[in-house]
């Protein structure tokens, strides 16, 4: 069974910064593809970023150059550093795992099995 706990969520203004975190509980996390996605009221869930075990990343064009993942295996935990943050970043964040990452442009729900419960982030002009 994986778990995986989301926190870092906020309000900021635009331009601000937040950082998120993604911790995983029951699993062999260092073997994990973990991403983020992002569902904002009335709109689909979309792929925000991803990263492999050897640390492979992949970003949607949306927030390329803004946004940044990281993993601490150490630590079972996937971080999204968000700067420079839109209103059109306001939505509900939730990370999620696989057992692999899917050779991709951008990361696809579809291929993660384990989700967590997500953290809203919310961007005011």
């Known amino acids: 069974q994986v778990q995986l706990v989301e926190s870092g969520g906020g309000s900021v203004q635009a331009g601000g910064s937040l950082t998120l975190s993604c911790a995983a509980f029951?699993?062999?996390?260092?073997?994990?593809?973990m991403g983020w996605f992002r569902q904002a009221p009335g709109k689909e869930r979309e792929g925000v970023a991803a990263?492999?075990?050897?640390?492979?990343?992949n970003y949607a064009d949306s927030v390329k150059g803004r946004f940044t993942i990281s993993r601490d295996n150490a630590k079972n935990t996937v971080y999204l550093q968000m700067n420079s943050l839109k209103p059109e970043d306001t939505a509900m964040y939730s990370c999620?795992?696989?057992?692999?990452?899917?050779?991709?442009?951008?990361?696809?729900?579809?291929?993660?099995?384990?989700w967590g419960q997500g953290t809203q982030v919310t961007v005011s002009s």
């Open positions: 990263i492999d075990i050897s640390g492979r990343l």
């Open positions: 029951g699993y062999t996390y260092s073997s994990a593809c």
């Open positions: 999620a795992a696989a057992a692999w990452c899917p050779a991709r442009p951008v990361p696809v729900s579809a291929d993660f099995v384990n």
